[in-house]
C-alpha cells in the first residue's frame, strides 16, 4: 500500500453512490474527514427503512453526499481526495484490496429494493396502467353524474357523456338568466 502514501487522503469510487465507505485513507486531520466527522449528527435520521437509514446517515451515500459537498469548495491541492478505481480496487493480481461480500446489515428492505431495481420497467407501465384506468373510472363516474343531473333538473335530458366539461357554460333551461346588455356604437 506504499504507492497510496503519497495522497492526502484516498477513497474508492463506487456505482451507483460515489464512493464507498468501506476503504478509506488520510492523513490525521484531514479536512474531508474532519467534515464527514461533524456532519454525523445532522444526518442521523430514521428513514422507516433499516437500508435507506444506513445509507444515508453513516453508509456510502452519506460520505457521497459529504465528498460532493466537499468538492464544490474550493481546496488547496493538498487536501484533493484520491479515488482508487475498480482496477486498483479488487480486480487485478496488483489491485490493493480484495472485496468479499458481506452484507451484514442488508435486511428485508435491502431486497425490497433490490427487486425494485431490477424490475422496474414492469412497475413502470403496470403504473400507468393502473393509473389510466382509474382517471378512465373517475372520468366516467363524473359523466355519469352530469348526465344523471341533467335527468333531475327538470330540462330535456341530454347526453353529457362527450362534453362532461361543458355543464358550467350551460343553462339550465331558463332564457332569462342572463340579461342582453345594448352595444353603443362610440
Not at 503519497?6 to 478509506?24: E, F, K, M
Amino acid at each position: 500500500m506504499d504507492p497510496l502514501l503519497a495522497y492526502p487522503a484516498w477513497v474508492r469510487s463506487t456505482i451507483p453512490t460515489g464512493i464507498g465507505n468501506d476503504v478509506l485513507g488520510a492523513v490525521p486531520q484531514h479536512p474531508f474527514f474532519l467534515k464527514a466527522i461533524d456532519s454525523l449528527q445532522s444526518y442521523n435520521r430514521n428513514w422507516f427503512s433499516p437500508y435507506i437509514t444506513i445509507m444515508a446517515s453513516t453508509g456510502p451515500l452519506y460520505l457521497s453526499l459529504i465528498w460532493r459537498a466537499y468538492n464544490l469548495a474550493k481546496h488547496p491541492e493538498s487536501d484533493r481526495i484520491r479515488l482508487l478505481g475498480h482496477d486498483e480496487y479488487m480486480t487485478r493480481e496488483w489491485s490493493f484490496f480484495s472485496h468479499h461480500m458481506g452484507n451484514s446489515w442488508h435486511m428485508w428492505d435491502a431486497q425490497a429494493i433490490f427487486w425494485l431495481g431490477s424490475h422496474w420497467i414492469a412497475l413502470t407501465v403496470s403504473g400507468f396502467v393502473v393509473a389510466g384506468a382509474v382517471f378512465a373510472i373517475l372520468w366516467w363516474v363524473y359523466a355519469r353524474m352530469l348526465s344523471n343531473n341533467a335527468l333531475t333538473s327538470g330540462g330535456k335530458a341530454q347526453s353529457t357523456f362527450h362534453r362532461p366539461f361543458t355543464f358550467w357554460w350551460r343553462t339550465s333551461g331558463r332564457k332569462d338568466q342572463y340579461e342582453l346588455v345594448e352595444r353603443h356604437e362610440v
